[in-house]
């Protein structure tokens, strides 16, 4: 299964809402993760089962979607927030991951 | 707090087999509930997830990788395995070792990788 985000990668400003939207080659129901990746770092979990919010992650993070369309969402980017998401199907083997979209500072 | 540490040579000669392990604290692997996975990433690339064992021996490997690809767990020193062989130059990439969690929303299960280790990049080069 191919996951295709959009954008590939984005501009934008502190307490900009951003949408970052993965789309499945077929459908996934919800087992849709997304990670937030660092330089230099390994990728942290964000969301999984779609929607759910994993502990100690802000709520200002939120994901969407059933099927084969999927957004996570910031509400309001905060500094620290500049990274690349990747989101990740765990429906059928071989578990695949998005190419990434990069969250730059405008 | 469940900690993960890759460790491993950081070059590997082409058509040799690269071996990294992962050792695991502040949880034990043979308390079952969780699958313990690897995955590797280019540089400058996206993630590919190369398989994950559970603390049985059970394995499944991506599909791509399977012929090369082999996972260990030892239960004794908390640890898992990863061995890859026939490597070129295009295995070169940082190498992670995850766990991978399982939620019960019924009537589903759920999977996520919720804990990482730092990552260890290994070179192919002669």
Redesign the interface.
């Known amino acids: 299964i191919q996951l295709t985000q959009s954008p590939s990668s984005l501009s934008a400003s502190v307490g900009d809402r951003v949408t970052i939207t993965c789309r499945a080659s077929q459908g996934i129901s919800s087992y849709l993760a997304w990670y937030q990746q660092k330089p230099g770092k390994a990728p942290k979990l964000l969301i999984y089962a779609a929607s759910t919010l994993q502990s100690g992650v802000p709520s200002r993070f939120s994901g969407s979607g059933s099927g084969t369309d999927f957004t996570l969402t910031i509400s309001s980017l905060q500094p620290e927030d500049f990274a690349t998401y990747y989101c990740q199907q765990l429906n059928s083997y071989a578990w695949t991951f998005g190419q990434g979209t990069k969250v730059e500072i405008k | 707090q469940v900690q993960l540490q890759e460790s491993g040579p950081g070059l590997v000669k082409p058509s040799q087999t690269l071996s990294l392990t992962c050792t695991v604290s502040g949880g034990s692997i043979s308390s079952g509930g969780y699958y313990w996975s690897w995955i590797r990433q280019h540089p400058g690339k ?4 190369i398989g994950y064992i559970y603390y049985s021996g059970s394995t ?1 490997y ?3 990788l399977k012929s090369r690809v082999t996972i260990s767990v030892d239960t004794s020193k908390n640890q898992f395995s990863l061995k890859l062989s026939s490597v070129t130059a295009a295995d070169t990439a940082v190498y ?1 070792c ?1 766990r991978v969690n399982v ?1 019960t ?1 019924p009537p ?1 299960f ?5 804990y ?4 260890t990049l290994v070179t192919v080069s002669s």
Do not use: K, R
């Not at chain 2, 996206?46 to 997830?49: Q, S, V």
């Not at chain 2, 759920?110 to 919720?114: A, E, G, I, K």
């Not at chain 2, 990482?116 to 990552?119: A, R």
């Open positions: 996206g993630l590919e997830w499944y991506n599909p791509s992670y995850a939620a929303i589903a759920y999977y996520y990788f919720d990482w280790g730092q990552g």
